[in-house]
């Protein structure tokens, strides 16, 4: 089954030329001849459109690479980026019929019966499924509603498709792993793992389902950011049913303008819901290419940022995040000596490591780009700088960051198609810097301590008891002082600590019975 699948993809590569990407540049001459010979063959499409129509036949693994790359213009050339965008929502559809076998098979009935209308054509079509529009009848108190829908439809037969290509990469992964001197640095089975996580995870409609309406809640009430209301009774394993949303493509820069959108404004909020996502809520939308997010033009909502497509959200927990915050800020403020300390402290550099050495590689890596707008700054040199940092320091890739990492790259590459001169770090450091100050301050511990005071309201009757058993364990074998009787001590000590405990209870919930 690998050595097939792999024969389709050299195939699918030879069939639309794509040899002569990697071949006619290659730096060793037989290569190089290999290439002309190969690539001799004419082709009436430009080289965008060739490499658009592989990925597409070779399944969605291969169309997430290029909706990846197809959102990074400064990395590959603008005939490529501008072709690859079209992965984003407009992979060809599955035809009418599959949709309605799909459709029936979750539900068990008719369509009609199901829907009060369903519109057949596909408003978009994506890697793993597509969406149509239509309508339903919601009871509210004693009456039916209609409400329009947004009905997201599993492509059929997708998941051996997945498993074959995963089971690929598998191999892939262990022979980089086993041959590369980079192989255990990079770990490349680990990174493959939770990619096979995620991508299972967008298989099942309800599990997505579940997680807009965690984002939902997130950002309820927010001016920044709304998430459709899902409709649970309509949702199955390969069918998810959503609120209809009338909203403009982000892409559709001119078309935002038109309608009043500030484009500069709207490239700063990105980057703050970015950072609200990760930091606040430790929950985030990890798929952000521009054909997962639209802008309300209508007057009460004009500019508010809408989701969609909800399959891959990463998590991350309160010891990630507030690592993360520390480098962030470390990094904001020019302290490259705190960035090299908490990469040593977290492991992810040999404990051995020099400080001032891995310092002195940050600030080499950092310096080029700090106070520079995005328009200003090669990604690519960047990324080929910390490469090389990240070998000659052996640090270990975080599996559980690839998630963060790729939505970064995703997030950064729309600041570039909104506002070229956005400053990056100047717009997220005062975010950072109030998270940082929550996290840490009063109004934390009190919060925390508030938070924590249901357990300790059960716990406390128990404490005397247990510190009165720890004490006379203790005076089993007294010091050979004078002092006055042990139980006279316990009794004054477990008043003292009642007194305190009591107190601080009181100061918890007080507030609590005023509110």
Same mark, same amino acid.
């Given at each position: 089954?690998?050595l097939?699948?792999l024969a389709?993809?050299?195939?699918?590569?030879?069939?639309?030329?794509?040899d002569?990407?990697?071949?006619?540049d290659a730096p060793?001459?037989?290569?190089?001849?290999?290439?002309?010979l190969?690539?001799?063959?004419?082709h009436?499409?430009?080289?965008?459109e060739?490499?658009?129509?592989?990925l597409e036949s070779l399944?969605p693994?291969f169309?997430k690479?290029g909706?990846?790359?197809?959102?990074?213009?400064?990395?590959?050339?603008?005939?490529?980026?501008?072709?690859?965008?079209?992965?984003q929502?407009r992979?060809p559809?599955?035809? #009418?019929?599959?949709v309605? !076998?799909?459709?029936e098979?979750?539900?068990?009935?008719?369509v009609?019966? &199901?829907? *009060?209308? %369903?519109?057949?054509?596909?408003v978009?079509s994506a890697?793993?499924?597509?969406v149509?529009f239509g309508?339903i009848q919601?009871?509210v108190?004693?009456t039916f509603?209609?409400r329009?829908?947004a009905i997201?439809?599993?492509?059929p037969?997708?998941?051996?498709?997945?498993?074959?290509?995963?089971?690929?990469i598998?191999?892939l #992964?262990?022979?980089?792993? !086993?041959?590369?001197?980079?192989g255990r640095?990079?770990?490349p089975r680990? &990174?493959? *793992?939770? %990619?096979?996580?995620y991508?299972?995870?967008e298989?099942?409609?309800?599990r997505?389902?579940?997680?807009c309406?965690?984002?939902r809640?997130?950002?309820a009430?927010?001016a920044?950011?709304y998430m459709?209301?899902?409709?649970?009774?309509?949702?199955?394993r390969?069918?998810m049913?959503?609120?209809?949303?009338?909203?403009t493509?982000i892409?559709q820069?001119?078309a935002?303008r038109?309608?009043?959108?500030?484009?500069k404004?709207?490239?700063?909020?990105?980057?703050?819901i970015f950072?609200t996502?990760v930091?606040r809520?430790?929950?985030f939308?990890?798929?952000?290419?521009p054909?997962?997010?639209?802008?309300r033009?209508d007057a009460?909502h004009?500019?508010?940022y809408v989701g969609?497509?909800?399959g891959?959200?990463?998590?991350?927990?309160d010891?990630?995040r507030r690592?993360?915050?520390?480098?962030?800020?470390?990094?904001?403020?020019?302290?490259?000596r705190?960035?090299?300390?908490?990469h040593?402290e977290?492991g992810?550099?040999p404990?051995?490591?020099?400080?001032d050495?891995?310092?002195?590689?940050v600030r080499?890596v950092?310096e080029?780009?700090?106070?520079?707008?995005?328009?200003?700054i090669?990604?690519?040199?960047?990324?080929?700088?910390?490469?090389?940092?990240?070998r000659?320091?052996?640090?270990?890739?975080?599996?559980?960051?690839?998630l963060l990492?790729k939505t970064?790259l995703n997030?950064?590459?729309l600041?570039r198609?909104?506002?070229?001169?956005?400053?990056?770090w100047?717009t997220a450091?005062p975010f950072?810097?109030?998270?940082?100050?929550?996290?840490?301050?009063?109004?934390?511990?009190?919060?925390?301590?508030?938070e924590q005071?249901?357990?300790?309201s059960?716990?406390?009757?128990?404490?005397p008891r247990?510190?009165?058993?720890?004490?006379?364990?203790?005076?089993e074998?007294?010091p050979?002082i004078?002092?006055?009787?042990p139980s006279?001590?316990?009794?004054?000590?477990?008043a003292?600590?009642?007194?305190?405990?009591l107190?601080?209870?009181?100061t918890?919930?007080?507030?609590?019975?005023?509110d």
């Amino acid at each position: 089954m690998r050595l097939f699948r792999l024969a389709k993809i050299v195939t699918v590569f030879h069939r639309y030329g794509l040899d002569e990407f990697v071949l006619n540049d290659a730096p060793n001459p037989l290569l190089r001849a290999l290439g002309k010979l190969l690539g001799a063959r004419r082709h009436d499409m430009p080289r965008g459109e060739r490499l658009r129509r592989a990925l597409e036949s070779l399944g969605p693994i291969f169309v997430k690479f290029g909706q990846v790359l197809s959102t990074r213009p400064d990395l590959i050339p603008p005939d490529i980026a501008t072709e690859l965008a079209r992965l984003q929502d407009r992979v060809p559809p599955f035809p #009418a019929t599959d949709v309605r !076998r799909v459709l029936e098979s979750a539900y068990g009935r008719p369509v009609e019966q &199901v829907f *009060a209308n %369903f519109e057949w054509n596909p408003v978009a079509s994506a890697s793993v499924a597509q969406v149509h529009f239509g309508s339903i009848q919601v009871k509210v108190d004693d009456t039916f509603e209609t409400r329009d829908v947004a009905i997201k439809v599993l492509r059929p037969n997708i998941l051996p498709v997945i498993e074959s290509d995963l089971s690929l990469i598998r191999v892939l #992964a262990g022979w980089v792993e !086993r041959f590369s001197a980079d192989g255990r640095r990079l770990k490349p089975r680990e &990174v493959v *793992a939770e %990619f096979d996580k995620y991508l299972h995870d967008e298989l099942d409609l309800v599990r997505e389902a579940a997680n807009c309406s965690q984002l939902r809640r997130n950002f309820a009430g927010s001016a920044l950011l709304y998430m459709p209301e899902v409709h649970w009774d309509w949702c199955e394993r390969d069918v998810m049913v959503m609120e209809r949303l009338h909203a403009t493509p982000i892409s559709q820069v001119d078309a935002l303008r038109a309608a009043g959108v500030d484009i500069k404004k709207l490239a700063r909020d990105g980057v703050e819901i970015f950072f609200t996502q990760v930091f606040r809520d430790g929950f985030f939308h990890a798929d952000m290419h521009p054909g997962n997010i639209a802008v309300r033009t209508d007057a009460e909502h004009l500019g508010q940022y809408v989701g969609m497509d909800f399959g891959i959200v990463g998590t991350l927990t309160d010891v990630d995040r507030r690592y993360l915050a520390e480098n962030f800020l470390a990094f904001f403020r020019r302290d490259y000596r705190r960035v090299a300390a908490a990469h040593i402290e977290s492991g992810w550099v040999p404990p051995g490591t020099r400080v001032d050495e891995l310092e002195n590689a940050v600030r080499s890596v950092c310096e080029p780009i700090f106070d520079r707008p995005l328009a200003d700054i090669s990604f690519g040199k960047v990324l080929l700088r910390l490469f090389q940092v990240s070998r000659r320091f052996n640090v270990e890739i975080q599996p559980q960051l690839v998630l963060l990492q790729k939505t970064l790259l995703n997030v950064e590459g729309l600041g570039r198609q909104l506002d070229p001169y956005l400053d990056l770090w100047a717009t997220a450091q005062p975010f950072l810097e109030k998270w940082m100050r929550d996290q840490v301050g009063p109004e934390a511990i009190l919060k925390r301590l508030t938070e924590q005071a249901p357990y300790l309201s059960s716990a406390l009757p128990q404490l005397p008891r247990l510190i009165h058993q720890a004490l006379e364990r203790r005076g089993e074998a007294p010091p050979p002082i004078v002092m006055p009787t042990p139980s006279r001590w316990t009794n004054i000590w477990l008043a003292l600590i009642a007194l305190c405990l009591l107190a601080l209870l009181g100061t918890l919930w007080f507030p609590l019975l005023l509110d």
